[in-house]
């Protein structure tokens, strides 16, 4: 379960880069709320999605 927990975190960190990349300078208030984005974490048994 260890390494799920480590791959969510990682995620989160990717997903957070990717959306600050995404708006630039722009504040969350005016982001498209259309855009969403995900993330899949696996062990091959364990799946985790995060949106």
Do not use: N
């Not at 927990?5 to 005016?30: C, D, F, M, N, P």
């Amino acid at each position: 379960m260890e390494a799920v927990g480590t791959g969510v975190a990682q995620t989160l960190v990717q997903i957070h880069s990717a959306a600050e990349s995404l708006l630039g300078k722009r504040k969350r208030s005016e982001a498209d709320p259309e855009q969403i984005m995900f993330g899949i974490v696996t062990t091959g048994r364990s799946w985790r999605f995060i949106r």
